[in-house]
Every structure is written in C-alpha cells, then in structure tokens.
C-alpha cells in the first residue's frame, strides 16, 4: 500500500489515472475518492482541484465516447469529489477528525434540504425512479402485491435520507482511505488515534435526539430525513467508541466485526449508543481517562 500511496503523489497525472481506473470498477470506485483525499490533505486544496479536473475531464470523454453520455463523471464530481475536496482542505488545516464529521453532516444535512427545496414530492420522484429501473432491467411495470406496498408505504418516504446517507457513507470512506494512506507513508498509526478520540460533541447529540423525535412526530419528511443522515453520523461515533473500549480494554479485532455487521442492522441501536457516548461521555469512562486528543 506504501507504493500504492506513493505513486498516487508522484504527480497529477498519475493521481488522476488512479482515480479513472477506480472509477470505472463500481466496486472500486471508492478509491477514486481515496486517492483525491490523499493528494489534497498532501499537497493542498489546489493539487487536490487540479487532479479532480483533469480525472473528471478523462472520466467524461471516455464515458461520452463509449456511451453517448457523460452525465455520470459530472455526477460523481459533484456528488462525490466535490464534498472529498472539501472535507480534505478542512482536515488538513485543522487536523481535527471531529470537527471534519461535523461539517461533513453539515454537507449532508444540506443535501438533504436542498433536495426538498428542488423537488416538491420526493416520493413522487424516487418512484419515477424505481420505475425507470424496473423497465432498464426488462421487468414489468409495478411490483404488485405485498412488494408494491412495500415500495410505496416503507421505502420511497425514506429514499431521500437513505441516498444521501448512502452519499455521505461513500464520502467518509473516501476521506479516510486517503487519511490511512497518508498516516501509512508519513504518520503510522495516526488515523488510529484520531478516529478513537472522535467525538461530534454533545450540542451535536442534543440536535440529533431533537431530529430524532421531530422525525417520528412530524412523519415523513425533512426532518426525517435529517434524522437518518444524523444517526448515520453517530453510528459512525459508536463504531468509534467501540474501536477505542476494545482497544483500551484489549479484545480480540474479532469483536470489532461483530460490531460492523451490527451497524446496518442495528441502525437505531448504534445511533443511539453513538449518542449517548456523545452526551455522557462514556468513552472516557470505559477507556479509563481521556480520549486521544486529535
């Protein structure tokens, strides 16, 4: 992985291949991500602009070329890059973890309004959707049945939190490859000591439960939606709080999975333990004194 980092730094072209060829493999494109995260908490926010354009640029031609369309690079510019780029140029100038997770739940919570503010009944969209990716795919118009009510009552109410969560979920992975791959090269174990002392505050928290509670009163809407993107953000806390307890504590990495299997299983449970870490500090408690500072 050293090699892998250092080659990504060695230039923009070569930073911007990388983010191509990611790019291209779905499963993979998370390291586009990365690697703009790498060149941009390393070299600032200018290198980090120039090697998205330059990649973005690539990305459309060969897209427009082999399918008509380049629609998806500017997607993932946008959707993608663009809040990396940000939230990159922020944690290297205040090397704080904490503070990132908050603006990058700032980035979230704005997507989420602006959302609404663009299209008058989310619901109304995300079926139009489903429905355009069922005729891609050769299925017949509607799900019927139990699927159809499903669909309508379940899941397209929260498909407005749910893809930004995903967005945001993509972002964060990105941010932290390319923190992991700058501490590899030039502070090991750094990102490991940031990421247990992460803690969104507990103004943070108190907002959350207030979302929380005004989601399940209100119903479907913004404010649910910002109660999914904000329990989205302390899962990743109680991810956090259990990294540092496990380590404080020595157990086995073992337990660590359990607990990533755990979190989409266990949304609300999670968030909620994130929460509450938050609130009453229950890291510096389980750990034994205070967090690592960032």
Do not use: C
């Not at 139990?146 to 929260?158: H, N, V």
């Not at 939606?225 to 991810?239: E, K, P, R, S, Y």
């Amino acid at each position: 992985m050293k090699a892998f980092a250092a080659f990504i730094l060695r230039g923009p072209f070569q930073a911007a291949t990388v983010m191509v060829a990611a790019s291209l493999l779905p499963l993979l494109s998370i390291f586009a991500a990365g690697a703009l995260a790498l060149v941009t908490l390393r070299q600032g926010l200018q290198q980090g602009a120039m090697v998205a354009a330059i990649a973005g640029a690539i990305l459309f031609a060969l897209l427009f070329a082999a399918a008509g369309t380049g629609e998806p690079a500017l997607r993932l510019v946008l959707e993608q890059w663009l809040p990396v780029l940000v939230l990159a140029e922020w944690l290297r100038r205040t090397v704080s973890l904490s503070s990132t997770l908050l603006l990058w739940l700032g980035l979230g919570a704005l997507a989420v309004v602006g959302f609404h503010l663009v299209i008058p009944d989310p619901a109304a969209h995300w079926e139009q959707v489903v429905e355009a990716f069922l005729a891609a795919a050769g299925a017949e118009p509607g799900l019927g049945g139990e699927a159809e009510a499903l669909l309508q009552e379940d899941l397209l109410p929260l498909m407005t939190g749910l893809w930004a969560a995903n967005l945001m979920l993509i972002v964060l992975a990105g941010l932290l490859i390319g923190r992991a791959l700058q501490a590899l090269l030039y502070n090991p174990g750094g990102l490991r000591a940031e990421f247990h002392g992460l803690d969104l505050g507990r103004e943070a928290g108190v907002v959350a439960l207030a979302l929380w509670v005004g989601g399940l009163l209100a119903g479907p809407g913004w404010v649910a939606d910002l109660a999914l993107i904000t329990g989205a953000a302390f899962v990743v806390q109680a991810i956090a709080f259990a990294h540092a307890v496990a380590a404080a504590r020595g157990w086995s990495g073992a337990w660590l999975v359990l607990v990533y299997v755990a979190a989409p299983l266990l949304f609300r449970p999670m968030a909620l333990v994130g929460i509450g870490d938050a609130l009453f500090q229950w890291r510096r408690r389980l750990t034994g004194g205070q967090p690592p500072a960032e």
